[in-house]
């Protein structure tokens, strides 16, 4: 079965510091796509990055960035000068390339900015 | 573009009534994905439609829930005889294509349903 593991239930950090999610995945699959999520107490679920299993660099987006290690199926999330606005929940989430859609989701990490 | 718009935001009802949530797909998105998220955990997968056509409801409790696209107007998760279980929050999910899957699919804010 394809499983997704999120081990911190809660992180905090300082503000303008740097803070990584962790992130473990279980497949069979060798083609899909990770991603994390990030939903803010207003409940939106947005889109923080986005990385494709055939590629072997790691994403980037402004502060965030992905550490994707295909063999050890890790895929953490760092977030570098963390802002009040960071605050939320953050989820990762899996999707093979081929036949499949349903999205399948961890846990969560609750991520506190601390001022 | 005013994104996946779900309405109500919150709804409550009692034991045993009929709960209807819509959701609006992002202009040009004509598949709609459904998902449930429990208190303390991450999304689980209901049903994907298509317009008027479901086309796997395989995460979708086989009574009292069902859902529809229809080829005008919002889709709608309809839940009869709600139970206290029932209570969660319901996301829906749109997409332009199976693509959607590559792109990381657009949500709505959701709507929570509270069973009293």
């Known amino acids: 079965a394809q499983t997704v593991t999120q081990s911190q239930p809660e992180m905090s950090v300082q503000e303008a510091e740097t803070v990584t999610l962790s992130c473990t995945y279980d497949t069979s699959e060798s083609d899909y796509y990770l991603f994390w999520y990030k939903q803010p107490p207003s409940r939106q679920m947005i889109l923080v990055i986005r990385?494709?299993?055939?590629k072997q660099q790691n994403a980037t987006e402004n502060r965030f960035s992905v550490n994707f290690q295909k063999a050890a199926k890790s895929f953490s999330l760092k977030i570098s000068d963390s802002q009040l606005g960071d605050a939320a929940m953050y989820f990762c989430?899996?999707?093979?390339?081929?036949?499949?859609?349903?999205?399948?989701w961890g846990a969560g990490t609750k991520l506190i900015i601390k001022p | 573009n005013a994104g996946v718009m779900q309405n109500p935001r919150h709804l409550v009802r009692r034991r045993g009534q009929e709960a209807r949530l819509r959701c609006s797909p992002m202009?040009?998105?004509?598949?709609v994905y459904w998902y449930r998220q429990l208190p303390e955990e991450g999304l689980k997968f209901m049903v994907y439609l298509q317009k008027e056509n479901i086309i796997d409801e395989s995460g979708m409790p086989k009574e009292r829930f069902s859902a529809e696209f229809p080829k005008e107007g919002p889709s709608i998760l309809r839940i009869q005889q709600v139970v206290r279980g029932d209570s969660a929050a319901y996301f829906c999910?749109?997409?332009?294509?199976?693509?959607?899957?590559?792109?990381?699919?657009?949500f709505g804010s959701g709507t929570r349903l509270t069973v009293v």
């Open positions: 990385q494709e299993a055939y």
């Open positions: 999910a749109s997409s332009p294509s199976l693509t959607g899957r590559r792109e990381g699919y657009t």
């Open positions: 989430a899996y999707v093979p390339m081929d036949s499949n859609y349903q999205l399948i």
């Open positions: 202009k040009g998105h004509s598949h």
